[in-house]
């Protein structure tokens, strides 16, 4: 078991996109990166590749939809590591390009099995080990496509972006956070927009790059003891919801 000072982060869904550059920038930090991922291969090869690059890197498979995938990464990381300093709940997907009047409520099932059943779903299990920490942080990966002021706006481009379950589930999770901020006082508990940014969830047609869609991310993976807690902020400051 490691028992040293360092700090230790899991970031779900970290094997690409917003989740493997936010890995390799606290990897960057000096902190002990564990890399979770759905597929044990390619959780291997993203951490690999971090490892090579001389950061402190674990793959970890952890599949955020499965309650026996997560309570064995919780074990695991217990044994090895003794406690989570971070939480980074990053892992989403997009679901099913319908129209809003065509989605049906298996689709937005789908959607919130990850993105908010299992957000919560880690967040539970994590909390122990995070209760171990003399800092522990916890970052919801939102964003703006979640919050009714910005998708009312016809001045964002979110405005344009037509959806139920993607939109909604957002929206939950900024709900989740706020409440897990307010239950866990000796916590900071934030969501963060990424913005629109260049990732598979979108084709790679977001005008932002993946190390500036990271920023609001790393700001919150890294707010001091006594930080904010309880805020949606973007890499310019804080969201309206």
């Known amino acids: 078991m ?7 982060v899991l970031i779900t869904g ?3 996109g917003l989740g493997f550059t936010t890995a390799r920038r606290l990897g960057e930090k000096g902190w002990r990166v564990l890399i979770g991922s759905r597929d044990a291969e390619r959780g291997a090869v993203a951490a690999r590749e971090l490892t090579e690059d001389g950061l402190d890197v674990t793959a970890v498979t952890l599949d955020v939809t499965s309650d026996g995938s997560v309570a064995a990464a919780a074990a ?3 044994e090895e590591f003794g406690r989570l300093d971070v939480l980074v709940n990053n892992a989403g997907i997009s679901g099913a390009h319908t129209s809003t009047a065509e989605t049906g409520p298996d689709d937005v099932r789908d ?9 919560v779903r880690v967040t539970k ?3 122990p080990l995070l209760e171990r920490s003399d800092a522990p942080r916890i970052v919801m990966v939102s964003s703006g496509l979640g919050s009714q002021v910005v998708t009312a706006d016809p001045e964002r481009i979110e405005n344009s972006v037509p959806g139920l379950a993607y939109q909604s589930s957002k929206a939950a999770l900024n ?23 260049a990732t598979d969830l979108n084709g790679n047609s977001g005008p932002q790059t993946v190390q500036e869609g990271t920023d609001a991310i790393v700001t ?5 003891s006594d930080g904010p807690t309880g805020t949606f902020v973007d890499r310019d400051g804080a969201m309206p919801w």
Do not use: H, W
């Open 175 to 197: 709900m989740l956070m706020s409440q897990y901020a307010r239950a866990l006082p000796g916590f900071r508990v934030n969501a963060a927009d990424p913005g629109y940014t």
């Open 111 to 119: 959607v919130y099995e990850t993105n908010v059943f299992g957000p």
């Open 14 to 16: 970290a094997n690409k």
């Open 2 to 8: 490691a028992d040293d000072a360092k700090t230790t």
């Open 125 to 127: 299990a994590m909390i």
């Open 76 to 78: 695991r990381i217990g």
């Open 220 to 224: 919150l993976a890294t707010v001091a």
